[in-house]
């Protein structure tokens, strides 16, 4: 229960600063998100300019904020790209293993902020469920993985035709990144600072808010935890189920359930209003 005037912060020249700061890092998120695309595409050999990349990521993170779920834009970049290259299965493949080297990603940011800030291990709830998702999406994504790599598995569609042979490009694209180490380490350091950018973005958003017990800790901790959360496809893109994963992570740490729930809609509405480029 609270007034709809709580989720609105008091404007200030601080204020304003901070919004400023949250919205060009959220930029710089959907630039380094588009990198760590084209860096896919390197592996697989695709070649595609990184500003038209930007342009069909953009259109995506818009059609994903409309949109049941957060990735409701997928569908949009595969399509936009395949057009552009004509290399639909390799370009469903790099959309795919964009997305799971990111969620691989996730789970460690999460470990590490728990790591470095021992006071956060001890919140109960929260810590246990967010160190759940962190452990969970792990040991799924390379169960998932494992498999797309392997020849009994993943490779018995290599060579299919119709809707199977997409399934066999992704198989394809993780048997490319395994035999090239150094394509698959230019991937994971892409998605590291996308996500780490994000993270960032939602400690300036805070910090406009006021919100000085959401640092940067805090976040990296419980914030890779509620990007989980909110790709779930029981929500709008993701609202409601976001504003709730803040409230259950941020009120241990004496947030008012209004400002967590202002935090997931200025992070929403920042993503909208970049991805409107």
């Known amino acids: 229960s609270f007034d709809v005037s709580d989720l609105v912060p008091e404007w200030s020249l601080t204020t304003a600063v901070w919004l400023s700061v949250a919205a060009v890092l959220t930029l710089a998120g959907i630039i380094l998100s588009a990198v760590r695309w084209q860096k896919v595409l390197d592996a697989l050999e695709i070649r595609a300019g990184l500003p038209r990349l930007m342009s069909h990521y953009m259109a995506g993170q818009f059609v994903s904020?409309?949109?049941p779920t957060t990735i409701g834009g997928d569908v949009l970049r595969v399509s936009r790209l395949s057009r552009d290259t004509g290399e639909s299965p390799g370009t469903f493949a790099s959309v795919v293993l964009e997305?799971?080297?990111g969620w691989?990603?996730?789970p460690v940011i999460t470990i590490v902020g728990f790591a470095v800030n021992p006071g956060l291990r001890h919140l109960g709830t929260a810590t246990r469920l967010a160190l759940g998702l962190a452990v969970g999406t792990l040991v799924l994504l390379v169960a998932v993985l494992a498999a797309a790599g392997s020849s009994r598995i993943g490779g018995r569609f290599a060579t299919s035709a119709g809707w199977r042979r997409?399934?066999?490009a992704v198989h394809l694209g993780v048997d490319r990144l395994r035999s090239d180490p150094a394509a698959a380490a230019n991937v994971l350091?892409?998605?590291?600072?996308y996500q780490l950018a994000l993270v960032?973005?939602?400690?300036?958003?805070?910090q406009a808010l006021g919100l000085q017990a959401a640092g940067l800790t805090a976040l990296l901790a419980f914030f890779p935890a509620v990007l989980i959360?909110?790709?779930l496809p029981i929500s709008m893109a993701g609202l409601g189920?976001?504003?709730g994963a803040f409230v259950l992570f941020l009120t241990p740490l004496g947030v008012a359930q209004q400002d967590a729930i202002a935090l997931g809609l200025l992070l929403y509405l920042l993503n909208l209003l970049v991805s409107l480029l």
């Open 65 to 67: 904020n409309v949109l």
């Open 99 to 101: 997305r799971l080297t």
């Open 104 to 106: 691989l990603v996730l």
């Open 166 to 168: 997409f399934v066999g």
């Open 189 to 193: 350091v892409a998605g590291f600072a």
């Open 200 to 206: 960032l973005a939602a400690v300036a958003a805070a």
């Open 229 to 231: 959360a909110q790709v």
């Open 241 to 243: 189920v976001r504003e």
